[in-house]
Each structure stands twice: as C-alpha cells, then as structure tokens.
C-alpha cells in the first residue's frame, strides 16, 4: 500500500496498546496453546512429510523394509537432477501454472469487482453461475474442454467447419493449458478478492474521491493496493493448487506431448514397477519451489497494514455505471458462457449420448442418440450410491474439523502473541507443497501401523483431507480474520469479555462469511481429491473421486460425464443450502462472492 | 488340491523356463462345463458371507463379473478395491507388512510383480488345474483368472481402410497421428506385447512403427475412448476394453493379426492374511472353472489360458491365429533395458 492510500484511509493498526491479545493470558497457557497445535500438526503434516523425505532419501518401502541409516542418500535427487525430462516437466509446469495464474487473476479480480462494486443487472445470478467450476474436478474439466476444444473432433471446431471458417481451435497445446487453468481458477481468486472488497470500508474510496482522485485512480491507489492480501493470497494458492492438478494437463497437455510435473509424477507411480522414491524426489523439487513462493507473498506483504475492518458501521458501495453496466453484464454473460455453458453443454452431450462420436452438426441433433443408459448403468453399480453417500460424510467431517483446526490456526497466527507462531505458520504451509499424488502414498506410510481401528475408516480420509487441505483453509480464514481491527476485541477486553468470550462474541461473527467460505471451500476440495483417497480408501470407504477415476480409467467417458453431472449437482445444492444457511447475519461468500 | 492336480500344476511349471509360448488352441469344446463346487465348500463360503477383492483390471469389467459370479452365488457379498497396477502393490505391500491387508483374492495383470510378492500367498490351486496351459503359470500360488488380449482396432467412421496385420501399422499411410500407441511402461500388458513386436515382428519394428509418428497415451481406456471419438483412427488394444464397446454398438472394430495374438495372463491369488478364505476359494475356482472362463471370454472378450477353451473366442479363428505368450524369465530379466529403448525409439520421456 502506498503512502496516499495509507494516508486517505486513515486507518492505523493498534498494536501495542493496553490490553493487546495475550496480555489477559498466563504466559505458560500461551505455550500449552501453542504446544497442543504444534502436536496437532507435527501428527498431520511433519510426521507424513517425513515419510516422504524419507522416500525421497532412500530406495525402499518404508513400512515394507524398514529404513536404516545406510540407506539414506541422495541417489535420487541426483537422478531426479541429471534428467533432462524433469527439467522440461518442471519448465512447461511453470509457463502453464504462470499463465494460468495471471489469467485466474485477471477474470477473478474483474468478477469480484464487478459483482460487489458495481450496480450490473443479475450480478447476484451471475456469482453463484461463475463459481460452478469450482464443482468441476479436474479430470472432468479436462475432458469437457477436449470435446470443445480438440483440433480434430471438438464441437467448436465442428461448428467453425460448418459455417466456414478455416480456422480451429486446438486446445491440446500449452495455451490451451493456460486457458482451461485460467478459467477454472479464477474462481478461487474471486473468493478471496470479492470477500476482501466487500468487507472494505467504502469511505476509504470516497475521500480519495473528495480529493479529487479519478475513479481509475481510486481504484488503482485505493481499491485494489487495500485487498492486496487477498489478491497475493488467491494468486499464490491458484498457483499451487494448479501445481498440483493432474486432470487438466493430463487430458490437454499429453495428447501433445506436453508433460508437466504431475503428469510425470503420475506416471513414475503408475509404471510398473511403480518408481515412488522417484516421484516423491520430484515432489520434494515442487515443495521448494513453492516454499519459495510462499517466501516471497510474505515477504511482499511483511510490515504493512492492510486493515479495512474497523468499529464503524458501513455498507459495502456499488457504483452506479449508468448505461456501462449493460457493457459489464455482456461481459459477465461471456465469461458464463466460456466457463459454464460451454462445458457444461459438453457433459450434457457426453452423459446422454450413446457414444461420443459426432461425425457433423446434423448428427449432433440426432436425438436417437441420447438416453439415459450412462446413469442406468452408473446407478445398476452399487459402488456408485456407496461412494456418494461416503463422500457426502468425509466431506462434513473435513469441513468440520478442519474448520475448527484451521480458525485455531488462522486466529493464533494472526491476532495473538503466542510462542511459536512463526513456526506454527510455516508448518501450515507445507502440505500446500506436495503434490496429493505423492502425499497420499505417505499418509498410507505414516498412519497404517497406527494402532486402534483408524485406518480403513473414512476418519483416515478426513484426517488426510484436513492436513492436505489446512493451508488453503488457513489462508481463506486469515485474510477476514486480518482485516478486522483490533480495536473491536479491545473494546470486548475493557467490557470484561476474556479471551475465548472475544473470539465467540466479537471476531467469530465478524469474521464468519470467511469461516463459511472456508469451511465450503474445504467440503469441496474433499469431495473432489483423489491423490490422497487413491491410497487410504477401502472395501467399505469408497469416496467419490476414486469411482470417478475408476470411471474414467474404464475408458467410458459417458459414464464419467453422467457421475461427473451427479456430483456438480450434489455440491451445487449442498452450497445453496449453506448459504442459506449462513444468511442473516454475513451474506455467503461463496453465494454472492 | 489333489496330489494328481498338484503333480500336474508342478510339471506344467519346469516348463516356464522354455522358448515363448507360441500355440494355435485345441477347437474349443461345444459348451462349457457346469460349475459344481463341493457343498462344504459352498456351506464354508456361506459363513464368510462376504469378501474383499483386490483388482486392477478394470472396475466396470469387475462390476459384471461380480454380478455374474453372484447370480449363482448370491450369499458372498464381494468388495472391491481398485488401483492401477502399480498402486495395487504399493497398497498391499503396505498393508501387509503393517499386518493390515484387507484382501481376500488380489488380480493383477502384473504377473512379474505378483511373483515378487509370491510370499503374501497362500498355497491354492483350482479343481481343473491340470486343464492350464503351463507356460501361463508363474508360480504354484498364482493362476489367470483373467487372460488379456491384444488386438488391432479402429474407428470404422474414420479408417475406410484399416489394418490387416502388425505390419501395416508401420506403413506410411497411416502416418501423420491416425494410430495411437499405449506407452510400453504403462504395466504388464504393454510390456508383453512390445515383447512380441521385438521378438516376433522383428528387431526394426519399433523404430518403423515409430516413424508413422503415433500419439502416446498413458494408459488404454482413454485410448480406447479416442478411438471412439476419433481422434485417432487406429490402436492396439486390449480387446476386453473394446469388445464391450463393439457389443454396445459404438463405432469401432477390431480384428487380431495374422502375426500373432499376444496374451497377458493375470496372477491372481489368495493371501494367507485372508480372513474369508472359503468365500475367496470359490470366487477363485468359479473364475477358473470352465464356465467362469467362458463369461469372461464371451461378455468381456478375454482369451482364457485353459489348454481347450471352453467356448471359441469372439473374433478369434482357431484355423488361422496364434497365441503369443512371453517367456517369463525374459519377461522379468529384458523389462528395463528393453523399456529404456522402446521410449527412446518412441521419444516417450521417462
């Protein structure tokens, strides 16, 4: 934030004032605390995460072969280093997840924007479509855009041939990667960006404008310099959560040859043999890279203040665009298209249609070639009710608890003095690192020889889905729980409240379309993950994205298409109906951004 | 097992060693035999109730013959647990040793792997053991309960001339990305049968079918979808994932080659740790027996590894095609420098 905009807003942080959180607190209380998180997390991050290094560091199984000093080397780094193909794998991963990234920012920043600050048409309608994509996994993402996109049968090539245009799409190329990550992501910086603009103060941007600051001006001083955390925050995890994904480059990227780190670590595990001291030497590469990354958001954003949340009432401020906002609304139709109708019309045809082969738009409409039979035969399957009804559970109890663990966390970090804090948040961070494919081999490594009746259940699932999902969940928590000023539990404090009556009264409330958005945020990503599922499932436990897969691998893309449309459905209502819920006294994030 | 059977099952393993498997099959017999277990048998499974399945052939595949298997059977519930090749034994490696293997029978088309994990098995051998051709058996404990084969497919929306044999897939004019290509080190069935196109079809093979320019795929289900949708014309592919789609009416066809019909025998077995293993015993001798193999041949388009099938193969003349099995211990000594050529031939990047 520049010296005008921190000067225009008027806002000052409040730290060292009498009665700053912790003061109330007995010292040795504040170590308890911090001590009861660090063994939470050194039981779902570090002990998992050293499993891995350790697969890294050696050639074996750990829990086959047992692991002695003498097999601890860096033989695989050093193989991992000296192949040329990990280079172009981590390169092409980089241009991919880049480009993808800065287009994420660029259509969420615009949306958000669009949705909260200006007074277009239908903009409560136009939110909730923009973030169906969100429900999409990957791999069905992938394939949707392969029936648009593909140079030789894609619908919108077919379409281009029949009225006469020459040219064609391929979306099997690096931007066509760029594209389908941009658009599928933006989502997740609209969240972040549109929660941060909505909480902001709007007389911050008036008395820029009573200073005689152009609305442009405003905005590029103002606005967008104050929600600058949210903006780093959704780009850095748009980042590595694209780092991470398989089922787009997977569907894209290798019909054109076009490997990226996960597809390459994909299939170190999936050869046979499998090579997963390999692959987890890969990933240790993508943890670095991303501790960097995350290195430098805290780095950008280290000694400012970004505090837009303070005890004065306000209503968020929607400008009036006059006649633009028909401009802005055409605009939003158009990215809906893009992301919404095109895709989803995709699914349609492939979940309907006998089979996928459309010889020319007449046959397109040829209606002897749809059906129900891909949801007969899914629904004849008993795997697939099974695998609904379980995800369904994995998914609350994640929400839940990591809900819970993730605002301990968030609050810790962000509004308490408390020891080790630092480090509490470093550890966080780590899972954001490592890639689920690789991270789910070692939540088999680390938790299997637990005693008691763990594994096997869907308990281990949500324990893995908590750990692997915690950064995202923290980070969406922290960015509300940073912009509400201090001043507002120091005037808890001076009325008597003690600390756990603060949080309950006074930041819980203020804080809870983040608490919400998060807790959505981390339903989905659980009803969506596959990487550590693939390991951790049983006879009795099958969850959603492993049938998916299952599915898919079977080569029977209307059936993935039908499962995939049930699954859009189940999230799209469970999300309706949690913001119902969470209406009153914060409007959902999700819902209206 | 019988000391017949079991003398029998030993032979036929001192021939493993030999040449590969190269056969044309005895005619196959007018109907398959009935499946009769012994009542103690059927009583023993009836108190297990239920069983855990292991597999890595494909779920949907399974799903039928589950469904099947349970039509004569309908008091053993069978779970299932799917996983690439791979994966399946990384998890069962893992469960093992941490004493939490959950499998009662584990499929794997690996027969390499499954071998390397022979002591997780329990001693087990079907009724007809003797009726196995023996240069499919790896091991005493490990039996095909599924036969995979490769054959020659198209998309006859696409190709108005498709291919007749192994060889036409190096011609020229099905160059430019029209044939797509599993990657060899995708597991098990690939491996055996770039085995084929180097030992039988010759030395070159590869580098002339790598010249058509081929578009990789990593695995054969979304090649197989590809074909369908044609993106690419033309494939080698298992036929048990293309006859199901052929059945279903979708356009694709598939013929095997003249050259030779290479087959990928499973290696299935029941673990010690099984803890239904009469459930798991009659799962394993209804899929070996004569009527088990004929429902894999007929609904999924398997082959079988029985001597004398129990019924003709769709798409297979016994006058003119022969199968092809490798050599196992070639098969587990030539796999990485072999793979290491295939993918530089292929510029596959590994």
Redesign the interface.
């Given at each position: 934030m520049d010296g005008q905009a921190a000067s225009l807003h008027g806002v000052q942080t409040t730290s060292g004032r009498a009665g700053a959180p912790g003061r109330t607190q007995h010292p040795s209380w504040r170590w308890i605390w911090s001590g009861v998180l660090i063994a939470a997390l050194a039981f779902l991050v570090i002990y998992p995460t050293a499993m891995l290094l350790l697969g890294a560091l050696t050639t074996t199984n750990p829990v086959v072969e047992g692991v002695s000093v003498a097999d601890v080397s860096l033989g695989n780094f050093l193989t991992v280093a000296g192949n040329p193909n990990v280079l172009i794998a981590l390169a092409n991963s980089m241009i991919a997840c880049g480009g993808g990234t800065l287009l994420a920012v660029a259509i969420g920043l615009a949306f958000a924007w669009v949705v909260v600050r200006t007074n277009t048409p239908c903009k409560a309608l136009i939110a909730s479509a923009g973030m169906l994509p969100l429900f999409v996994p990957p791999l069905v993402a992938g394939v949707a855009w392969a029936i648009l996109g593909s140079p030789r049968t894609g619908l919108i090539n077919l379409v281009l041939a029949k009225i006469g245009i020459p040219w064609r799409f391929d979306l099997y190329s690096m931007p066509g990667m760029i594209f389908v990550f941009g658009i599928y992501y933006a989502p997740y910086v609209y969240m972040f960006t549109a929660a941060a603009l909505r909480n902001m103060d709007p007389s911050l941007e008036e008395a820029a404008e009573i200073s005689g600051a152009s609305p442009t001006r405003t905005m590029a001083t103002v606005t967008f310099p104050l929600i600058l955390p949210a903006i780093i925050s959704g780009m850095l995890l748009s980042f590595v959560v694209m780092l991470g994904i398989y089922g787009i480059p997977a569907t894209l990227g290798t019909p054109a040859n076009i490997p990226v780190l996960t597809t390459y670590i994909f299939a170190l595990t999936a050869w046979s043999p499998p090579l997963y001291n390999t692959a987890a030497a890969v990933a240790v590469i993508l943890m670095i890279v991303t501790g960097l990354l995350v290195y430098a958001q805290q780095r950008v954003l280290a000694g400012r203040s970004y505090t837009t949340v303070a005890g004065k009432a306000f209503r968020p401020r929607a400008l009036n665009l006059g006649p633009w906002r028909f401009l802005t609304l055409g605009l939003a139709i158009v990215y809906l298209l893009v992301v919404v109708v095109l895709p989803s019309l995709a699914l349609l045809i492939a979940a309907f249609r006998r089979f996928l082969f459309i010889r020319d738009i007449p046959s397109l409409f040829d209606m002897k070639q749809y059906g129900w039979q891909h949801f007969i035969k899914m629904f004849d399957n008993p795997l697939t009710v099974t695998s609904i009804i379980n995800s369904m559970k994995v998914g609350l109890i994640t929400a839940l608890v990591g809900g819970v663990l993730a605002f301990a966390i968030g609050y810790t970090t962000t509004r308490t003095r408390a020891p080790l804090k630092r480090i509490i948040d470093v550890i966080t961070t780590i899972p954001v690192a490592i890639p689920g494919l690789v991270i789910g081999v070692a939540y088999l490594w680390a938790w299997i020889g637990l005693p008691g009746g763990l594994y096997g259940t869907l308990w281990i699932l949500a324990l893995a889905f908590v750990a692997r999902f915690i950064p995202d969940t923290v980070k969406a928590l922290s960015t509300s729980l940073m912009q509400i000023h201090k001043e507002l539990e120091e005037a808890a404090w001076i009325c008597g409240r003690g600390m756990l009556g603060t949080v309950f009264s006074v930041v819980l409330p203020l804080a809870r379309p983040g608490v919400v958005a998060a807790m959505t945020l981390l339903f989905i990503l659980a009803i969506r993950e596959l990487g550590s599922s693939l390991f951790l499932y049983s006879s009795g436990t099958m969850v959603m994205a492993v049938q998916l897969l299952g599915y898919y691998e079977g080569g029977n893309i209307g059936i993935t298409a039908a499962f995939s449309l049930v699954q859009m459905v189940l999230l799209g209502v469970l999300i309706g109906f949690t913001n119902l819920l969470s209406r009153g006294a914060a409007r959902g994030v999700v819902r209206s951004g | 097992m019988s000391l017949l059977s079991r003398r029998a099952t030993l032979a036929s393993l001192g021939a493993i060693a030999s040449a590969p498997l190269l056969v044309r099959w005895n005619p196959a017999k007018a109907a398959p035999a009935k499946f009769e277990p012994k009542p103690e048998l059927v009583e023993a499974a009836k108190k297990d109730g239920e069983m855990?399945l292991y597999t890595a052939a494909?779920?949907?595949?399974m799903?039928d013959t589950i469904s099947t298997f349970n039509k004569r059977f309908p008091f053993v519930r069978v779970?299932?647990?799917?996983?690439?090749?791979?994966?399946l034994?990384?998890?069962v490696?893992?469960?093992?040793?941490?004493g939490?293997l959950?499998a009662d029978v584990l499929d794997h088309s690996?027969r390499?792997?499954t071998k390397n994990i022979e002591d997780l098995f329990a001693e087990y051998a079907p009724p007809n053991a003797a009726d196995y051709m023996p240069e499919t058996l790896v091991s005493p404990k490990l039996w095909p309960t599924i036969t995979a084969s490769w054959a020659i497919a198209w998309?006859p929306?696409v190709v108005k001339n498709p291919p007749k044999s192994w060889m036409d897939l190096t011609k020229q004019e099905y160059g430019d990305g029209q044939i797509g290509q599993v990657?060899a080190?995708?597991?098990?069935t690939t491996?055996t049968r770039v085995m084929f196109e180097r030992q039988v079809l010759g030395e070159d093979y590869w580098a002339k079918q790598a010249a058509t320019k081929p578009?990789?795929?990593?695995?054969?289900?979304?090649?197989?979808?590809a074909v369908?949708?044609?993106?690419v014309g033309i494939a080698p592919l298992l036929l048990n994932?293309v006859y199901p789609?052929m059945k279903?009416?979708?356009?694709i066809q598939a013929i095997y080659a003249p050259e030779g019909i290479p087959i990928n025998p499973y290696g299935s077995g029941i673990p010690k740790s099984a803890k239904h293993p009469n459930a798991a015993r009659l799962w394993m001798d209804w899929n070996l027996s004569e009527e088990g193999q004929a429902d894999s041949i007929l609904a999924q388009g398997n082959m079988t590894s029985l001597k004398t099938p129990p019924v003709n193969p769709p798409l297979y003349d016994p006058k003119t095609e022969k199968l092809w099995s490798p050599n196992f211990e070639q098969y587990r000594t030539l796999h990485d420098a072999w793979l290491a050529d295939w993918n530089k031939t292929y510029?596959y990047?590994?």
């Open positions: - | 855990v494909f779920p949907e595949v799903q779970r299932m647990v799917r996983a690439s090749g791979g994966q034994i990384t998890r490696q893992s469960e093992a040793a941490a939490k959950e690996d390499g792997q998309n929306e990657i080190p995708s597991g098990g491996w578009k990789l795929y990593p695995s054969g289900a979304p090649l197989s979808d369908v949708r044609g993106e994932i789609k279903a009416g979708a356009p510029g990047r590994q």
